[in-house]
């Protein structure tokens, strides 16, 4: 059974950088396929980004297509979200996840969550 923490968030103005990270424990994930979503208040979990077990493969939601960048270091169990060029819209809980098959852009497609970490743009 994986373990998901995330770390990374806090607040931050609006154009400026952050980088989430996930770290995994329990067993390695560098077999595995991972996600990032989001949740907003009010809102539903929505995907922002996956990428393949090696990194050779990443999809993003089109909303930060070309700001956020996924990747990953396997031989420290972690995943990396690097968000730039951040919008007040961007304001969340994100989560990561294990990819256990199906479409990559599906909710139910993920399990294994992390808790979460509150990122906060301000305008």
């Known amino acids: 059974q994986v373990q998901l923490v995330e770390s990374g968030g806090g607040l931050v103005q609006a154009g400026n950088s952050r980088r989430l990270s996930c770290a995994a424990s329990?067993?390695?994930?560098?077999?595995?396929?991972m996600g990032w979503f989001r949740q907003a208040p009010g809102k539903e979990r929505e995907f922002v980004a996956a990428?393949?077990?090696?990194?050779?493969?990443?999809y993003y939601t089109d909303s930060v297509k070309g700001r956020f960048t996924a990747s990953r270091d396997n031989a420290k169990n972690t995943l990396y979200l690097q968000m730039n060029s951040l919008k007040p819209e961007d304001t969340a809980v994100y989560h990561c996840?294990?990819?256990?098959?199906?479409?990559?852009?599906?909710?139910?497609?993920?399990?294994?969550w992390g808790q979460g970490t509150q990122v906060t743009v301000s305008s």
């Open positions: 996840a294990v990819h256990r098959g199906g479409s990559y852009y599906r909710l139910d497609s993920y399990n294994n």
């Open positions: 990428i393949n077990w090696n990194g050779a493969a990443t």
């Open positions: 329990g067993r390695s994930i560098g077999m595995l396929a």
